[in-house]
């Protein structure tokens, strides 16, 4: 039976990715899970049992090779091929999207943009706006593995129901609409909710 992770485990996983990244860049070699925790916030505890879920990669008296965990992780992640995405929904939001650069970093590439009346026919970073009504003949002609939803909540779920007809298996929500489904890999991402969030902090700090 495979062992299951828990969610807590794989949302860890990106920020152990991120700090691994920075070292990498500062040229830093190796670090031991107490400099990791020092920089995480998370326990060095903690850090080993997460690693360990996955067979740990440290070695005693040594810590851990930056580029080697960085490396598992990215396999651990999926990020060690490439996904192809779509983008539905040229607003401020979408185009921010669209220009992240920490998208294709993470091995993801953006293919195709996709809106409705004046902002078709314009570019983000040099690609052009293709018309929401060419988004499925679009999807049959190409290998897109990612759907990315950034339109108003009265659209959304033609636009998710499009994507799931044509067996996009992975679904990056931005609308304010709850997504779930058993046809494909959902991340709904609530930007209003972390602000009400912070504001809850704020007013009990």
Do not use: C
Not at 114 to 142: A, C, H, Q, R, W
Not at 167 to 194: C, H, M, Q
């Amino acid at each position: 039976m495979e062992k299951r992770i828990s969610e807590s485990v794989i949302r860890r996983l990106p920020i152990y990715h991120r700090y691994l990244t920075e070292l990498i860049d500062d040229r830093i070699e190796r670090i031991s899970s107490s400099e990791l925790s020092k920089l995480t916030g998370f326990t060095a505890s903690q850090i080993r049992q997460d690693l360990n879920n996955f067979g740990g990669f440290g070695q005693q008296g040594y810590g851990y090779n930056t580029q080697a965990l960085r490396d598992q992780i990215d396999k651990i992640l999926g990020i060690d091929k490439v996904y192809t995405a779509v983008l539905i929904g040229v607003g401020h939001l979408g185009t921010a999207i669209a220009s992240y650069q920490g998208f294709s970093d993470s091995g993801f590439t953006l293919k195709a943009l996709f809106d409705t009346g004046e902002k078709v026919g314009s570019e983000v970073d040099g690609m052009e706006i293709k018309p929401y009504k060419e988004l499925e003949n679009y999807l049959e002609k190409n290998p897109i593995d990612i759907g990315i939803v950034a339109v108003p909540k009265e659209v959304a779920q033609d636009v998710i129901d499009r994507l799931l007809k044509h067996g996009i298996k992975g679904i990056w929500n931005f609308a304010p609409l709850d997504i779930t489904t058993d046809k494909a890999v959902v991340e709904n991402v609530r930007l209003k909710d972390s602000l009400l969030t912070l504001g809850y902090y704020l007013k009990n700090k």
